[in-house]
């Protein structure tokens, strides 16, 4: 399933972070400060929960840990 949260539109950036299962994927949009502004999630509506909240928060996340699946996604917020 393909589900999208936030705006776009708002982003200078794109991240993607591959699933360890081959099969969900998770795209992610910053704008400049490296706030969350949106996501795509494909079969992955677990993080899709986390990335909701972040967005709502204004978080600020490293582009270079999203990216990583090895790594926890709520490992990714640093403000």
Known sequence: ???IV???ALAAC???RPQA???ALLSMAL????RLVAAVAVDAARDLRQLRKWIAQGAVLDPALL???DVPLASAQIG
């Open 14 to 16: 794109e991240v993607l």
């Open 6 to 8: 936030g705006f776009p």
């Open 21 to 23: 299962d081959g099969r």
């Open 31 to 34: 704008d400049a400060g490296g």
């Open 1 to 3: 399933m393909v589900q």
């Open 67 to 69: 990216q990583r699946p």
